[in-house]
């Protein structure tokens, strides 16, 4: 009888339980069931479906560290030879934190980015379905390269040397397609408003973003609700109330101050006069596309700015107010919505990947780097100097006794490796940091749990056709008090040959967004996301499925829609610590102030000696530019260190 290996018999076990379907070749690897060289071509997490973002096997070892107070001891033996620098986390902060590096330390300089995901980019994450024949790409979490002109230097110069253009996207991004199939709609469902009904909403959406214009005909729209007389006056009074700027002079700025301290369910109550019902068809607008928040819990300015809805003054924001609040760029040009890959963010990773690592995909322009194939098995070749190793979850961070490296232990399944730097950056969610960062000081631990991201769940729905909505003409509908609070067909961008799908007989992909937090609780904000990342870490993927499909033949099947035969596949993208969190004076201190850079996050992000904080958590502030400028303070910070 040959003798057999640990490392043998286990991946026959897990080649066994692949076959039988329980586990897919990747959950193996994040399992720790296979090595990641065992699956070779095959391996492209983009193409899988089902519960994606944080998936089975990229948040186990992390929950029972941080919940179960597990420790991993660190192995005497390093994996690997010393690296120049180590890199915890490769989302977007984590690849420009490495591309930042290799620009000041040169070609050779030797990077290490773990990251506990099957997948790189962290929330900027690819999506791909072969429907009908057919790929087609999407995103499963952050969206748009928003407002460019914010951006800094160091960013603005990463972007363009990975070879991303803004300018082109103008053609790019099809606004006739918006003008014909987006106006957003209101479905009312029959179980809480006696009918059901799809209307035109008054209400802003993205297509005000992308320069659409759409009626403003609100007492016509209005009319058309299943609600009583009263409320129909309500909101009709509310959406042509006059509109008159209160920021000329000191009063407008006491106006403004005040406007930042009240809610905006309590300014349309107390000012408009209008009663629950109205409110309740208001309340979850803004849930869904990623607050997680409603009207009762966001301040006056954001409810509008997020809304569109009626605010005094809005829409005459004096420009430094405007420029403090990200809504135009320098010189007060607004960017626009409309610099999006078909991918998403997860474009611009993998132009950060593939400037890193030779080899990884084909091309050198922002075009040909969407349909280019990523071979993933080259994402960790030792022939390279900069390496990107998955399904690693970083356990112990701290500095060796002669205080000169950095030696970071992480697990693969249920087994610690130990890794070395000259430098470490941290570029993983904040919230770990006391938990794997054991030389962190107690202020900083303090300062680092003081916020508590948002929990949200980007769900792309692949349908076969999409015949009933194009007959609707409704693209984008919101569903008050619903789960599934949001729809929106994908953004219409055609690019490097890749053509968006606009034939309502061939496949499209829809956005779904669920909604995890409480309604009108009353808890502060960060209470609810606590309460909404329970509730999602607990729901399977089975309840997603069963509630948009039901959802989707409710508002679309009176046009034709059958949901089970004509949805292809659902992919999930739950991310229970997801955007990083903000202050709002109407919950938090006036003197956390993310435009200030005061706040716990400053404090949160100290310098450990070697070690150095990245991540838009250190920035208190979900935007692709404040991650990436975070790396690039963290990436200076430790260029300072001597030695």
């Given at each position: 009888?040959?003798?057999?290996?640990?490392?043998?018999?286990?991946?026959?076990?897990?080649?066994?339980?692949?076959?039988?379907?329980?586990?897919?070749?990747?959950?193996?690897?994040?399992?720790?069931?296979?090595?990641?060289?065992?699956?070779?071509?095959?391996?492209?997490?983009?193409?899988?479906?089902?519960?994606?973002?944080?998936?089975?096997?990229?948040?186990?070892?992390?929950?029972?560290?941080?919940?179960?107070?597990?420790?991993?001891?660190?192995?005497?033996?390093?994996?690997?030879?010393?690296?120049?620098?180590?890199?915890?986390?490769?989302?977007?902060?984590?690849?420009?934190?490495?591309?930042?590096?290799?620009?000041?330390?040169?070609?050779?300089?030797?990077?290490?980015?773990?990251?506990?995901?099957?997948?790189?980019?962290?929330?900027?994450?690819?999506?791909?379905?072969?429907?009908?024949?057919?790929?087609?790409?999407?995103?499963?979490?952050?969206?748009?390269?928003?407002?460019?002109?914010?951006?800094?230097?160091?960013?603005?110069?990463?972007?363009?040397?990975?070879?991303?253009?803004?300018?082109?996207?103008?053609?790019?991004?099809?606004?006739?397609?918006?003008?014909?199939?987006?106006?957003?709609?209101?479905?009312?469902?029959?179980?809480?408003?006696?009918?059901?009904?799809?209307?035109?909403?008054?209400?802003?959406?993205?297509?005000?973003?992308?320069?659409?214009?759409?009626?403003?005909?609100?007492?016509?729209?209005?009319?058309?609700?299943?609600?009583?007389?009263?409320?129909?006056?309500?909101?009709?009074?509310?959406?042509?109330?006059?509109?008159?700027?209160?920021?000329?002079?000191?009063?407008?700025?006491?106006?403004?101050?005040?406007?930042?301290?009240?809610?905006?369910?309590?300014?349309?109550?107390?000012?408009?006069?209008?009663?629950?019902?109205?409110?309740?068809?208001?309340?979850?607008?803004?849930?869904?596309?990623?607050?997680?928040?409603?009207?009762?819990?966001?301040?006056?300015?954001?409810?509008?700015?997020?809304?569109?809805?009626?605010?005094?003054?809005?829409?005459?924001?004096?420009?430094?107010?405007?420029?403090?609040?990200?809504?135009?760029?320098?010189?007060?040009?607004?960017?626009?919505?409309?610099?999006?890959?078909?991918?998403?963010?997860?474009?611009?990773?993998?132009?950060?990947?593939?400037?890193?690592?030779?080899?990884?995909?084909?091309?050198?322009?922002?075009?040909?780097?969407?349909?280019?194939?990523?071979?993933?098995?080259?994402?960790?070749?030792?022939?390279n100097a900069v390496r990107l190793r998955l399904n690693s979850t970083a356990v112990d961070v701290r500095h060796a006794e002669d205080g000169n490296v950095v030696d970071v232990t992480y697990v693969q399944g249920e087994?610690?490796?130990?890794?070395?730097?000259?430098?470490?950056?941290?570029?993983?969610?904040?919230?770990?940091?006391?938990?794997?960062?054991?030389?962190?000081?107690?202020?900083?631990?303090?300062?680092?749990?003081?916020?508590?991201?948002?929990?949200?769940?980007?769900?792309?729905?692949?349908?076969?056709?999409?015949?009933?909505?194009?007959?609707?003409?409704?693209?984008?509908?919101?569903?008050?008090?619903?789960?599934?609070?949001?729809?929106?067909?994908?953004?219409?961008?055609?690019?490097?040959?890749?053509?968006?799908?606009?034939?309502?007989?061939?496949?499209?992909?829809?956005?779904?967004?669920?909604?995890?937090?409480?309604?009108?609780?009353?808890?502060?904000?960060?209470?609810?996301?606590?309460?909404?990342?329970?509730?999602?870490?607990?729901?399977?993927?089975?309840?997603?499925?069963?509630?948009?499909?039901?959802?989707?033949?409710?508002?679309?099947?009176?046009?034709?829609?059958?949901?089970?035969?004509?949805?292809?596949?659902?992919?999930?993208?739950?991310?229970?610590?997801?955007?990083?969190?903000?202050?709002?004076?109407?919950?938090?201190?006036?003197?956390?102030?993310?435009?200030?850079?005061?706040?716990?996050?400053?404090?949160?992000?100290?310098?450990?000696?070697?070690?150095?904080?990245?991540?838009?958590?250190a920035g208190a502030l979900a935007m692709v530019q404040e991650a990436i400028g975070q790396a690039h303070r963290a990436v200076t910070e430790q260029l300072a260190v001597s030695g």
């Amino acid at each position: 009888m040959s003798a057999i290996s640990r490392r043998d018999f286990v991946n026959g076990v897990a080649m066994s339980a692949v076959a039988a379907g329980t586990l897919s070749p990747v959950q193996a690897v994040a399992r720790g069931l296979l090595s990641p060289a065992a699956l070779g071509p095959d391996y492209y997490p983009p193409a899988l479906t089902g519960l994606r973002g944080s998936h089975v096997g990229s948040y186990e070892v992390a929950h029972a560290v941080g919940r179960e107070g597990k420790r991993y001891p660190s192995p005497a033996a390093q994996t690997d030879e010393t690296y120049d620098l180590v890199i915890v986390g490769g989302g977007l902060s984590g690849l420009a934190a490495a591309w930042f590096f290799r620009e000041a330390a040169g070609a050779d300089a030797r990077i290490l980015v773990l990251d506990n995901h099957d997948d790189f980019g962290g929330h900027a994450k690819q999506v791909e379905f072969e429907v009908n024949g057919r790929r087609i790409i999407s995103y499963g979490g952050s969206q748009t390269v928003a407002e460019y002109s914010t951006y800094g230097p160091a960013a603005r110069r990463l972007m363009k040397a990975v070879g991303f253009d803004r300018e082109p996207f103008k053609e790019y991004f099809d606004l006739e397609f918006y003008r014909k199939y987006m106006q957003p709609a209101i479905y009312f469902d029959g179980e809480r408003y006696g009918e059901s009904k799809l209307v035109r909403a008054p209400m802003g959406t993205l297509a005000d973003n992308v320069g659409i214009e759409r009626s403003h005909d609100y007492a016509a729209m209005i009319a058309e609700f299943p609600v009583s007389e009263a409320a129909r006056q309500q909101l009709t009074r509310l959406f042509t109330a006059k509109r008159e700027s209160v920021f000329a002079d000191a009063k407008g700025e006491r106006a403004l101050e005040k406007m930042l301290t009240r809610s905006y369910e309590a300014f349309v109550r107390e000012e408009h006069g209008l009663g629950d019902e109205a409110c309740g068809v208001l309340r979850d607008y803004v849930k869904g596309p990623g607050t997680q928040l409603g009207l009762d819990s966001m301040n006056v300015v954001m409810g509008g700015v997020f809304t569109h809805l009626p605010v005094p003054g809005i829409e005459n924001l004096d420009q430094s107010v405007l420029e403090m609040l990200g809504l135009v760029g320098a010189g007060g040009r607004p960017d626009g919505y409309i610099h999006h890959f078909p991918g998403g963010n997860s474009g611009v990773a993998r132009l950060i990947v593939r400037d890193l690592i030779p080899g990884v995909a084909p091309g050198n322009t922002q075009e040909d780097m969407v349909l280019a194939r990523f071979d993933y098995s080259k994402l960790d070749d030792e022939r390279n100097a900069v390496r990107l190793r998955l399904n690693s979850t970083a356990v112990d961070v701290r500095h060796a006794e002669d205080g000169n490296v950095v030696d970071v232990t992480y697990v693969q399944g249920e087994t610690a490796f130990r890794v070395r730097g000259k430098h470490a950056v941290m570029a993983c969610y904040n919230h770990m940091l006391p938990w794997i960062c054991p030389e962190m000081g107690e202020e900083q631990r303090t300062a680092v749990r003081y916020a508590s991201k948002t929990p949200f769940a980007y769900t792309q729905v692949a349908l076969r056709n999409w015949r009933a909505i194009a007959k609707s003409g409704h693209g984008m509908v919101y569903s008050p008090g619903a789960f599934i609070s949001e729809f929106w067909l994908d953004f219409p961008v055609s690019m490097g040959g890749y053509e968006f799908p606009k034939d309502p007989d061939g496949p499209i992909v829809m956005t779904a967004f669920p909604i995890e937090t409480p309604d009108a609780s009353g808890l502060p904000p960060r209470e609810q996301f606590r309460v909404g990342r329970a509730r999602m870490l607990a729901r399977p993927f089975a309840e997603y499925e069963s509630a948009i499909l039901s959802q989707m033949d409710k508002v679309w099947g009176p046009y034709g829609m059958d949901a089970r035969r004509d949805v292809a596949a659902i992919t999930v993208n739950r991310w229970p610590h997801g955007y990083s969190y903000s202050y709002d004076p109407l919950w938090d201190p006036p003197e956390y102030d993310i435009y200030a850079d005061t706040g716990p996050h400053v404090a949160g992000r100290a310098q450990m000696h070697r070690v150095s904080i990245a991540n838009s958590d250190a920035g208190a502030l979900a935007m692709v530019q404040e991650a990436i400028g975070q790396a690039h303070r963290a990436v200076t910070e430790q260029l300072a260190v001597s030695g």
